[in-house]
């Protein structure tokens, strides 16, 4: 399918998958309130989950947002076009599809070619990830058509080069929080608004960020912190490392480190041990640091496909 092509079905109402940096996202009109509702259907998600508006310039914040605080203005120049969404108080006329009748809308610009491009032709795209609800996010075409099936219009852009969701920050209360931690860290956002900024620890129980309390993320398989002092049964398990040290695990996979690369490739694992039918993914702790990129992300992710 070509961008153009896409642009045309989202002009009609129609609900299509495009490729983001963080993951694939299932797009609908933001200002088409049956294209919008299309999405829950699709997805099978609870309505009270609001959806991220997908934007190509900065000026078109101010179609959604009622005001834009002084720190909004230096975090879009700073981070945007990427991975960070912003939670904004709203217009009257965003639709309550979107916003599930909260009074906050969330925005973010996507930092992807062929996403950008597509945005340019249609406007404003609401868009959640574009899995079955609870489902790991999908990080290429092909997990889109496994949750949606092979007819489903998907645009391709290759393989997502961030692979977690974006870091969502609530600019509407004092401090400012992160709801869901991504690649840009808490100090990230600290340094580059001058400001203090919290952790939504208790997200799960407030509707200022609804999506938090369902289980996501989730494979079939069980997803544990590996114990290296405990024995386990090795068959149908992949084991995931960061420092490589056990031996003898028939499957396992290490990323020396890497933690960018892992976040990367964390959904497709997911997808794949699935796939081969395996019964548990056990896990590395990761290190004791919020300071390195995607370190609080994948904890964030793997606690939750663990289902803490
Ligand atoms: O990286 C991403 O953010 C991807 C790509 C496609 O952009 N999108 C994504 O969308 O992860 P979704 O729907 O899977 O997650 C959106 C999150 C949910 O936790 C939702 O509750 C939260 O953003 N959210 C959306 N609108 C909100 C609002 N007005 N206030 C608080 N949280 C909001
Ligand atoms: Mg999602």
């Not at 998958?17 to 099978?44: H, M, R, S």
């Not at 508006?53 to 076009?81: G, R, T």
């Not at 062929?114 to 075409?141: D, F, H, M, Y």
């Not at 092979?150 to 509407?172: C, I, M, N, Q, R």
Request: glycine share 6%.
């Amino acid at each position: 399918m070509t961008i153009e092509q896409a642009a045309e079905l989202l002009r009609q109402g129609s609900v299509v998958a495009f490729p983001t940096e963080t993951v694939y996202g299932l797009g609908a009109d933001a200002w088409n309130p049956t294209a919008v509702k299309k999405i829950f259907a699709l997805k099978g998600r609870p309505d009270d989950n609001p959806l991220i508006v997908h934007l190509s310039d900065i000026s078109q914040v101010a179609d959604f947002a009622s005001e834009i605080p002084p720190a909004a203005e230096k975090l879009m120049k700073k981070c945007w076009p990427g991975p960070l969404t912003l939670v904004f108080n709203k217009k009257p006329e965003v639709l309550d599809a979107i916003t599930s009748g909260l009074n906050t809308v969330a925005l973010r610009i996507p930092d992807h070619p062929v996403a950008l491009e597509l945005i340019r032709l249609t406007g404003p795209l609401a868009a959640p990830s574009a899995n079955r609800s609870g489902r790991p996010s999908p990080t290429n075409p092909m997990h889109v058509q496994r949750d949606f099936g092979p007819d489903f219009p998907v645009l391709e852009g290759g393989k997502s080069a961030v692979g977690l969701e974006s870091t969502v920050l609530d600019l509407t209360r004092q401090p400012f929080a992160v709801l869901r931690p991504g690649k840009y860290t808490r100090e990230q956002l600290e340094r580059i608004t001058g400001t203090r900024i919290g952790v939504d620890q208790a997200a799960s129980d407030k509707p200022g960020s609804p999506g938090v309390k369902y289980t996501h993320y989730k494979p079939e398989a069980d997803v544990l912190w590996f114990d290296p002092a405990k024995n386990y049964d090795r068959e149908k398990v992949l084991l995931i490392t960061h420092t490589d040290r056990p031996a003898g695990f028939p499957r396992h996979v290490h990323f020396r480190g890497d933690f960018e690369h892992m976040a990367r490739e964390l959904y497709d694992l997911f997808r794949t041990a699935d796939f081969d039918g395996l019964s548990r993914i056990l896990i590395e702790p990761l290190p004791d640091t919020e300071s390195y990129s995607m370190v609080a992300a994948l904890k964030n992710r793997i606690e939750k496909a663990s289902g803490n």
